[in-house]
């Protein structure tokens, strides 16, 4: 089946993903499986599917990748866990080793940008009051 960049924007899609579909095919382009599945990680197929297949197939696509995004879920989520409990106590060290110096370029800081900031007031009054 033959697609076309002025149906996807007829259907709502978004113009980043239009784009993104012309750089591949210019404005039309033979749909295959393989195509589909060489860019399967480049394209929104669920918005696809959700405003592209009839309601049937709509009901079919979730039907089949339901498993799919469940295994995702639960191998996603698996993985977050570890990375949060590895990361929080790191966090927390790399906090209390920064705090001294984060501590020491705001004392250092403040008064530089507030120096900065009363010569650019006195200077801009100046000037406005010359009429520059």
């Known amino acids: 089946m033959r697609i076309t960049s002025e149906f996807l924007r007829s259907k709502g899609a978004c113009e980043n993903q239009v784009k993104l579909f012309e750089s591949l095919s210019g404005d039309s382009l ?10 399967a990680n480049k394209f929104d197929w669920e918005w696809a599917a959700r405003n592209l297949l009839s309601d049937a197939a709509w009901a079919e ?41 984060r501590a020491e370029y705001e004392r250092v800081r403040d008064p530089a940008w507030a120096e900065y900031e009363r010569v650019c007031a006195a200077t801009f009054f100046k000037l406005w009051n010359k009429g520059e």
């Open 30 to 39: 033979e749909l295959t499986e393989a195509l589909c599945v060489e860019h």
């Open 61 to 101: 696509y979730e039907r089949v990748c339901a498993p799919a995004r469940a295994e995702y879920v639960r191998v996603r989520d698996a993985a977050r866990a570890e990375y949060e409990r590895v990361r929080d106590p790191a966090w927390a060290e790399y906090e209390r080793v920064c705090a001294p110096a």
